[in-house]
């Protein structure tokens, strides 16, 4: 971009991550998968009618997709760079009306599903638990995530699950 300013020329180059917008992520239901086209053959029409649709904008080699499974919808995505510059997708949805999951994705020309974990799961009737996570970039790449369980309810003398948990994914090769 040239910019002309009483007889100076200002030349503006961009270049690396200032040139390429940040890729974005979005979610909607995927109404394409009720005619079973998302789904193995021996899925029911139900279950096939459950499915979502992540998209991830503004990536090489063009708009990602992934699939997945949700029946009671999902947070915005949030896109994660770690400190090797690799983005990694954290996608929390809910199954079964019961369930909440979070998936991580690494984003690179496609996106790979490397982790599921369970973040909130129903014990007994009006008593849940659930995992709230903090996110650690590791020098050397990767991601870290830290769960710290709580529950909701009267009843929090459950030993399971586990009080905490460390969640280490691998940076890119």
């Given at each position: ?24 992520a ?8 009720a ?12 279950a ?7 998209t991830?904008?503004?990536a ?90 709580h ?20 940076p890119?090769?």
């Amino acid at each position: 971009m040239m910019l002309s300013t009483r007889g100076w020329l200002w030349a503006i180059a961009l270049t690396g991550s200032a040139a390429a917008a940040a890729p974005s992520a979005t979610t909607r239901a995927a109404p394409e998968c009720a005619h079973r086209r998302c789904v193995p053959a021996a899925w029911s029409d139900a279950a096939a009618r459950d499915f979502a649709l992540l998209t991830v904008e503004g990536a090489a080699p063009g708009p990602l997709r992934f699939y997945y499974g949700s029946d009671g919808g999902a947070r915005p995505p949030r896109i994660v760079r770690d400190e090797g510059g690799c983005d990694y997708v954290l996608l929390e949805y809910a199954v079964g009306g019961t369930s909440v999951w979070l998936a991580v994705l690494r984003l690179t020309d496609r996106l790979t599903l490397l982790r599921k974990v369970r973040l909130r799961t129903w014990l007994s009737p009006g008593n849940a638990a659930e995992y709230r996570y903090s996110i650690e970039k590791p020098f050397g790449g990767g991601l870290t995530l830290q769960l710290t369980r709580h529950f909701t309810g009267k009843d929090t003398s459950w030993s399971y699950p586990p009080p905490a948990q460390t969640i280490s994914i691998p940076p890119a090769d």
